[in-house]
């Protein structure tokens, strides 16, 4: 049972990145799954959350409008989309299965940078 993300990256303000996570040893489209983001020196945060068969979607505040989150349901794969990139979405960026014993990714590193 994982999840394994990729798509992170050094990218310049105003850039775009799309972020995937995939899933293996459990029946994914059961699960609501999320993306979460820690900055240094800062607590982890929700960025979006999809439900089990992607027809519900939630943002933070701080990310609604640039980010996108989807799933493939046929490739056991979530992603976010992240456009219009700021200097403050630099982190480490993590997929989560919140329910059935909480499941996390090792986290792909993002900087947004010029």
């Known amino acids: 049972v994982q999840l394994v993300e990729s798509g992170g990256g050094l990218v310049q303000p105003g850039g775009s990145l799309r972020l995937s996570c995939v899933a293996s040893?459990?029946?994914?489209?059961?699960?609501?799954m999320r993306w979460y983001r820690q900055a240094p020196g800062k607590e982890r945060e929700l960025v979006a959350t999809?439900?089990?068969?992607?027809?519900?979607?939630n943002y933070a505040n701080s990310v609604k409008g640039r980010f996108t989150i989807s799933r493939d349901n046929a490739k056991n794969t979530v992603h976010l989309q992240m456009n219009s990139l700021k200097p403050e979405d630099t982190a480490v960026y993590y997929c989560?299965?919140?329910?059935?014993?909480?499941?996390w990714g090792q986290g792909t590193q993002v900087t947004v940078s010029s």
């Open positions: 989560n299965r919140p329910a059935g014993g909480t499941l």
């Open positions: 040893g459990f029946t994914f489209s059961n699960y609501v």
């Open positions: 999809i439900s089990g068969a992607g027809g519900s979607t």
